[in-house]
């Protein structure tokens, strides 16, 4: 048994019977075949055996089924990823009869002191065309313009026992090749010539790379000074790629459920948890604990997790005041799982039940999130769209409930709502908390993009513009939604929001 499986069940806060929402199913990503189970016993046998630089379902197979490369994603998949990278580049017809180098750096260690380093996290880039979470690789592709097809070369760090004393296993050379599908493996130290080699032995040519925030900052000068040969011109890959990821697979799709449903979950517990006297910090260390136990590698994000007033500051995240009992408590959270990023947020009454005016408000952003939802389905608007949306739809409800003034056009009533919901409505979700952030959200949501649906107010403790019992309070109800080819899947409807169904969990629980 998995260990989100195992621990998700344990998790799960005890709801009232008509509240219990149990987990999404599990599925896992299996190669077409008239029988599954031989076609995954051929992808477990290209996974090397032994102790290697990143767990495998051999070494982790709590973590990883088998015949998979990382938990969910087989090797066949990742190379599918590299094949329409490749394929959407040669598309670039200012690019026609050259030959291209495709450079795509991982992730380096980050130092938060001297020889302390921080927990690693792989370049989303890097991870979703290769599924390595070593530090420092790079893969290179290779494709000449007189060939038809291209070749995969992925750099590593060497087998080197001193090193793997104080950092552990490396994979190396002698396994990366077949452990990650590509057609070779390089020691990293080898970067440098070869990349000038290539790039003098296949003119005119390409060089398609991250040139601006490099995320491999040691590999630079190499490509700089590659590219001044002659002959070679510079292109980034990031667009293309990112309309690529964009997209989620059959198995990114259950990956994500699985982080939705942790996060929810995590955000069930800590409402569960709540009561006047407690602090935001034991709220947030609830968030983290029950994501962690879950199978999460940790939280998405540093949580916002603020009552009262200070709810009212978007980003708010020292987390250090103590809730009193009359305080609405905003909390923005979400966990991460194989790298794949939950985002939630919801908004609660410390004491454990709404005020006559919180619930006012409340219901009014519940409101205009529903309507936000369903318009995915009806118009499959861009997300900007969606966000002027949200505008008219805040400002007309505000209007109705006697918080705005009725004497004010359309126009003004936009820009009022929009002052006390300053922040977009939606992003794209998925390896990053704001996915694929090459992709304009002025193109129309399509099936398999996973998006988050975000209405919020905050009014200021000495925002005059509003009635006085309505001021210093902040409100947001955030859910994560799968576009289908139908109506929209919110994979974070496990995450309680109806006001009965909050007031029936908060406080109920002891840390």
């Known amino acids: 048994m998995h260990t989100f499986r195992r621990f998700s069940s344990q998790l799960c806060v005890k709801l009232p019977r008509r509240l219990v929402k149990h987990p999404l199913s599990v599925k896992r990503c299996m ?28 070494t982790h197979p709590h973590m ?23 394929a959407k580049l040669l598309e670039e017809s200012v690019h026609i009869h050259k030959s291209h180098i495709i450079i795509i750096p991982a992730a380096c260690k980050q130092y938060m002191s001297d020889k302390i380093p921080y927990v690693f996290r792989q370049n989303s880039d890097f991870f979703y065309l290769t ?21 995969s070369i992925l750099f590593v760090h060497e087998k080197d026992s001193h090193a793997e004393l104080w950092e552990g296993p490396r994979t190396g050379c002698s ?56 002959h070679v011109s510079l292109d980034e890959p990031l667009t293309s790629l990112h309309q ?46 029950s994501c962690r136990m879950a199978g999460a590698e940790h939280g998405a994000f540093p949580p916002v997790v603020a009552g009262g007033p200070r709810a009212t500051h978007i980003h708010y995240v020292a987390n250090n005041q103590i809730l009193n009992d009359g305080d609405m408590l905003l909390v923005d959270s ?67 409930e006697g918080i705005l003034p009725k004497n004010i056009d359309s126009n003004d009533l936009i820009g009022k709502a929009y002052r006390l919901c300053p922040h977009h409505v939606s992003h794209y979700l998925g390896l990053d908390v704001h ?28 925002d005059k513009s509003v009635p006085p019992e309505f001021r210093g309070v902040g409100i947001r109800i955030e859910d994560d939604v799968l576009i289908t080819d139908s109506d929209p899947l919110v994979l974070t409807d ?12 908060v406080g109920k629980q002891s840390i």
């Not at 088998?66 to 969910?72: A, H, N, P």
Request: proline share 7%; hydrophobic share 35%; net charge neutral.
């Open 435 to 462: 996915d694929a952030p090459l992709v304009r959200r002025r193109v129309p949501v399509r099936t398999g993009m996973i998006v988050t649906v975000e209405p919020g107010i905050y009014i200021r403790p000495d």
């Open 175 to 230: 396994h990366a090749a077949t452990l990650f599908g590509v057609d070779e493996a390089r020691p990293v130290e080898n970067f440098n010539n070869f990349i000038h080699r290539i790039v003098s032995s296949y003119k005119p040519g390409v060089v398609w790379y991250q040139n601006e925030s490099p995320p491999n900052p040691g590999i630079h000068d190499s490509v700089r000074s590659a590219l001044r040969i002659g």
């Open 64 to 86: 990883i089924p088998s015949g998979q490369l990382t938990c969910g994603i087989t090797q066949q998949e990742y190379k599918e990823r590299r094949d329409n990278l490749v």
């Open 494 to 505: 496990a995450c309680v929001r109806e006001v009965d169904d909050i007031e029936a969990i």
């Open 244 to 289: 690529l990821r964009v997209v989620k697979s059959a198995a990114e799709v259950e990956l994500m459920k699985e982080t939705c449903f942790i996060g929810s979950q995590s955000v069930n517990l800590a409402m569960a948890c709540t009561k006047p006297g407690i602090s935001e910090h034991a709220v947030s260390a609830v968030l983290e604990y």
């Open 31 to 58: 190669l077409s075949s008239e029988n599954p189970s031989d076609m995954l016993a051929m992808q477990s046998a290209k996974i090397p055996k032994g102790i290697l630089g990143q767990p495998t379902c051999h």
């Open 131 to 151: 599924g390595c979470l070593e530090p420092s690789a790079i893969l290179v592709m290779v494709k000449p313009v007189l060939e038809d097809s291209y070749k």
């Open 334 to 400: 979400g966990s991460q799982r194989w790298l794949y990023n939950s985002d939630i947020s919801r908004t609660w009454p410390v004491s454990g039940r709404f005020s006559k005016h919180h619930r006012i408000l409340y219901e009014l952003v519940l409101t205009v999130q529903k309507r936000l939802i369903e318009l995915l389905r009806e118009q499959r608007p861009p997300l900007d769209q969606l966000f002027d949306h949200m505008c008219r739809l805040l400002g007309t409800h505000l209007q109705q």
